[in-house]
């Protein structure tokens, strides 16, 4: 019994060395290769696990990554909502695609003092977009060149 554990030991500190590298934190021994088994997509979540072509590996899992989307005034964004689908959060980001540096503002849309299903975004030169979530106007932008945030009767163009 007593020459069976120096056996067992050397046998595991053979299994260490150059043919067989220790990996850092986070990462994991897969074919003699140290992975992140969070974002390696030919070892996603468990070694050997690959992910279909133009599907990517995140947190362990393969995941169709966040297409782009238009906002309707020649930008793309990044959202992760299917096409067709509107909200306020992608209805930010489409207008931060149009103008980074530009604020938030408040619009009026079809005679309405303040529409909350829409979102105003005021550039620098004084140029309006407006993207609509919800209601009838979902879906449409618009722009001012007036220093006012005011739908028309017709929209411009179509966004996500």
């Known amino acids: 019994m007593r020459l069976l554990a120096p056996l067992t030991l050397v046998a595991l500190l053979a299994a260490c060395g150059p043919d067989h590298p220790a990996c850092a934190t986070g990462k ?11 974002s390696d997509p030919l070892n996603c979540g468990t070694c050997g696990n690959a992910c279909p072509a133009g599907v990517a590996c995140g947190q362990g899992a393969c995941s169709i990554p966040c297409q782009p989307h238009q906002n309707g005034l020649g930008q793309t964004y990044q959202d992760c909502a299917p096409l067709g689908s509107f909200g306020p959060t992608a209805a930010l980001e489409a207008a931060k695609a149009w103008s980074p540096q530009g604020g938030r503002i408040d619009v009026a849309c079809v005679g309405t003092p303040a529409n909350p299903d829409c979102l105003g975004w005021m550039r620098g030169d004084g140029t309006c977009g407006i993207w609509c979530y919800t209601g009838t106007l979902m879906g449409n932008v618009y722009t001012s060149t007036n220093a006012t945030c005011i739908c028309f009767a017709s929209a411009p163009g179509n966004w996500n």
């Open 28 to 38: 994991t021994l897969c074919a003699a290769t140290c992975v992140d088994l969070a």
